[in-house]
């Protein structure tokens, strides 16, 4: 027989071998060519940053961390999801910020004249969680807290949360502050900081990769952007964290600004601390990404002092109007109906006790047809005289399929649940056990298409320590939005802080795929 015969049956006897094989693993209706929606699975791998919490020896600091049961633990069994995993939080290596490196503006000295190398580090996780379902805390006191980074795999990926809360007790930042840790980006807006001569804010950049980042930091005030004489090219090393005081990066005094942060190279986790001489202290987190229309849910109903802070992004102004949604209903606030600001600009505006004693939401929407993205802020004082406590709500995403925030105390926390459309929400919502014990427990609740819901969430029966807060919208429901407010009085003075819940994203789209045979005859 000649080669080419035999190299065309060995051809032949291949593909039908391929044909054959193809036919056997093939799933079952594979002839179907027709497009099918992409599956929603459980995410293989979750990271979160917590900044370093505070330059206070006084500081009295707890960790918590949750992963939820549900559809994602379902979803994975008998998959490579299906391995328990891990979940931990990690120091971040310290950064000898303002040894002689201008990368890094400010970021030398704490508020005590402290290098931020003088912390200890450590690779001993700080916090680790074991099971879905069952929430984990830590604590740390005094000032060399660090940074911490964090990741999470197999079933304990899908929603992992985590918050680090901060109690001092006494000096110029005594106060209550809380922030959740948040998963890294390259793109990150705060509107609400200052550098007004009554505020310290710091920026706080954390690089959870192996590589450096480099970061630029760009102020917005009244007037537009603020001439900065230091903010590009900012170095964070790797798995580091570097904090950067936002005085020592421009001369002018602003009591409200806008500080916007991109990397060039890399990513990282960005939150803003403020502390106020006369009004305690507590995070400033990043608001939702530019939108036409913002929502800032549960401002709390004893507020005694709201601020708006609002940037236009983009070439032209944004006009705004501004609805207060409470228990009964949507309304305008008095003598503050719309809001009108300039492009590249930051605007404020006093709110003053918006709430008159009943929880709310604002609500930002476009006027007649603008369509100018805007991002935002509110600054919420509770309190009078000596004994204020501040706290920052930004705008916020909607809760999607379910979102998670940590360290409740019985007695001490309450969520507020907003529906600022049209229709109304169904929400499910689940108490966790407690970290050191207790039951979960679950209620839904309804919440009226333009309202606000606050509500005393249902304690873990037999609760010990602290526990974790689940909340379920029914996807045939209108959008919900929804935060925590926790509170622990000392000394007449009102600490709190509020956290906003936005999606967890605890599941990902993966197109459907088959196999197709007729590339072989190409």
């Not at 201008?102 to 004249?113: L, R, S, T």
């Not at 409740?408 to 966790?432: C, E, Y």
């Amino acid at each position: 027989m000649k080669r080419t015969t035999l190299s065309l049956a060995a051809g032949a006897a291949a593909l039908a071998a391929l044909t054959g094989f193809a036919s056997l693993t093939a799933p079952a209706g594979s002839a179907d060519t027709g497009a099918k929606a992409p599956a929603r699975l459980p995410v293989e791998r979750s990271s979160l940053l917590c900044p370093a919490p505070s330059n206070s020896d006084l500081a009295q600091t707890t960790y918590t961390a949750f992963t939820p049961k549900g559809a994602a633990q379902s979803a994975a069994q008998g998959t490579s999801q299906g391995k328990p995993g891990t979940a931990v939080l990690t120091p971040a290596v310290p950064t000898p910020a303002g040894d002689g490196d201008p990368a890094a503006p400010g970021a030398g000295k704490d508020g005590k004249g402290k290098k931020a190398s003088d912390k200890p580090a450590s690779d001993k996780p700080v916090l680790a969680l074991k099971e879905p379902g069952k929430p984990a805390a830590a604590t740390a006191s005094g000032a060399d807290a660090p940074a911490l980074t964090g990741s999470a795999d197999g079933l304990l990926a899908p929603g992992w949360a985590a918050q680090q809360t901060t109690q001092i007790t006494g000096g110029v930042g005594r106060a209550l502050l809380g922030t959740n840790c948040t998963a890294p980006d390259a793109d990150f807006w705060f509107p609400g900081a200052s550098t007004a001569k009554d505020r310290q804010d710091y920026v706080h950049l954390t690089n959870p990769d192996d590589t450096a980042a480099v970061a630029d930091i760009d102020l917005f005030g009244k007037d537009g952007p603020v001439k900065a004489d230091i903010g590009e090219g900012i170095t964070i090393p790797a798995k580091s964290s570097v904090p950067v005081l936002l005085s020592t990066l421009t001369g002018t005094v602003a009591d409200d600004l806008t500080v916007h942060i991109t990397t060039r190279a890399g990513r990282i986790g960005a939150v803003v601390q403020a502390t106020d001489a006369k009004a305690g202290a507590d995070w400033l987190p990043a608001s939702a990404d530019p939108a036409v229309s913002q929502v800032f849910p549960g401002i709390p109903g004893d507020a005694t002092d709201v601020r708006l802070i609002v940037h236009a992004k983009g070439a032209d102004d944004a006009d705004l109007k501004v609805k207060l949604a409470s228990k009964g209903g949507s309304f305008a606030p008095a003598e503050l109906d719309t809001v009108h600001v300039k492009s590249g600009m930051t605007a404020s505006f006093d709110l003053k006790n918006v709430t008159r004693g009943e929880a709310g939401s604002l609500v930002l929407t476009p006027d007649a047809d603008d369509d100018t993205p805007v991002v935002a802020a509110l600054r919420v004082v509770r309190g009078t005289g000596d004994k204020q406590e501040i706290a920052f709500i930004p705008a916020a995403g909607p809760v999607g399929t379910r979102a998670t925030v940590t360290d409740n105390r019985d007695k001490a926390s309450t969520l507020a649940l907003t529906a600022p459309g049209t229709k109304d929400a169904t929400v499910k919502v689940t108490s966790s056990a407690g970290t050191e014990g207790g039951e979960q427990q679950s209620k839904t609740y309804t919440v009226k298409a333009g309202t606000t819901l606050a509500v005393d969430p249902p304690a873990p029966t037999g609760l010990k320590g602290s526990y974790a807060l689940t909340v379920e919208p029914d996807p045939n429901g209108g959008p919900v939005y929804a935060s925590r407010t926790l509170a622990v009085p000392q000394d007449g003075v009102p600490m709190f802080t509020v956290q906003t819940l936005s999606d967890d994203k605890g599941t990902v789209a993966v197109p459907a795929a088959s196999q197709d045979l007729t590339v072989l005859e190409k």
